[in-house]
């Protein structure tokens, strides 16, 4: 919690922005209210004043050691003991064209309608693609990227926020442009598949799911947790059986390149299935069992429109994990 400077004693709400800004330090409107100013705002007013004043009486030296020194802003302002902002001041109000402020100005934020050329972006491309070459930048601004501060709306500003764009759709212009964003698009995209092109696709993903390395990975990029039906099913099985079932549907088990939902660990090779109302529409159960029974495993496929009557799933349930195997 940060209160405000000015003496109100009031709280500075968190808002989205102070995420990239910091949190200031006055609440907006009351560093003018006319209160008592601590001593280190006064001599910041006139260390401002001095730096003003000093860079008024070097206009000339300032332009010269830019345009002529090729010094940057910042090389400039470093030498004379001010801020880069006073000495880009300057120079504008001089009439001296800043280097670099044709697609990205340095001092100003990125102006809407500017384009910037092809070659600038391939350079900055370039520049990007060297940087994170180096497994010391790289580890360094993924450390920062996870300690970064998480800012959360106030409930007052998301009711806000969802009441100001209640209703919004956005114009064929601006689809036309996030369209556009990715780059153009791939030459087949929209062109119905032949068989062949699928069967290829398929043998291809198949391999790639036997691969352990390849599915903890998937899992992990996928950050699965149980839904609501599964949630649902694991509190009945935990209740029927404790410690006998186990949720693998996180791609922890994999048999013959697919993933099961649930899996007995307590030396039955039995497996069950949840299937989605939605999702596993119209497919027949048989085709899944034949996927895991090569490896000897017996499958029960529930699905979710069951759970609607807990018992009968109970029932379905005992019959099946009771069931002797062969």
């Known amino acids: 919690m940060k209160l405000c ?3 109100c004693g009031s709280e500075i709400i968190s808002k ?26 006064g001599e910041l007013l006139k260390k401002k004043a001095i730096e003003r004043h000093f860079t008024n009486n070097m206009r000339q030296e300032i332009c010269q050691m830019y345009v002529e020194g090729k010094m940057s802003a910042k090389a400039i302002a470093r030498q004379l003991g001010t801020g880069r902002d006073v000495i880009v001041k300057r120079l504008k109000e001089e009439g001296v064209e800043i280097r670099g402020s044709g697609g990205f100005n340095g001092t100003e934020k990125y102006r809407k309608g500017v384009v910037v050329l092809d070659e600038t972006r391939e350079k900055l491309r370039e520049i990007t693609n060297k940087r994170y070459q180096d497994p010391a930048y790289a580890a360094r601004h993924a450390e920062i990227m996870r300690n970064r501060p998480k800012c959360e709306w106030p409930p007052e500003s998301k009711a806000s926020f969802t009441r100001l764009m209640k209703g919004r759709k956005h114009t064929e212009e601006a689809r036309a442009n996030m369209s ?18 699928k069967e290829k696709i398929s043998t291809s993903l198949k391999k790639k799911w036997l691969d352990r390395e ?12 149980p839904n609501k039906p599964e949630s649902s099913l694991i509190k ?5 059986y404790p410690g ?10 994999v048999v013959n390149g697919k993933n099961p939902d649930f899996v007995n660990c307590n030396g039955q090779k039995k497996i069950i299935e949840l299937f989605g109302d939605y999702w596993h529409k119209g497919q027949n159960p048989q085709d899944r069992a034949d996927i895991f029974s090569p490896f000897g495993y017996e499958t ?10 807990m018992g009968n799933v109970k029932d379905k349930i005992r019959n099946f994990h009771e069931l002797k195997t062969n």
Do not use: Q
């Not at 390849?214 to 947790?225: E, N, P, T």
């Not at 009945?236 to 029927?240: A, G, I, P």
């Not at 006998?244 to 088990?253: A, R």
């Open 180 to 197: 556009g964003r990715c780059g153009a698009l791939n030459p087949s995209f929209g062109i119905p598949k032949t068989s062949v092109c």
């Open 5 to 7: 400077k000015c003496g």
């Open 214 to 225: 390849y599915v903890l990975m998937m899992g992990a990029a996928r950050s699965l947790k």
């Open 300 to 309: 029960l496929v529930i699905w979710e429109c069951e759970l609607k009557n």
């Open 16 to 41: 989205p922005d102070h995420r990239w800004r910091g949190i200031p330090d006055f609440i907006h409107g009351h560093n003018r209210l006319g209160t008592v100013r601590p001593p280190e705002f």
């Open 236 to 240: 009945v099985l935990d209740e029927m």
């Open 244 to 253: 006998e079932w186990k949720y693998t549907g996180d791609f922890s088990f």
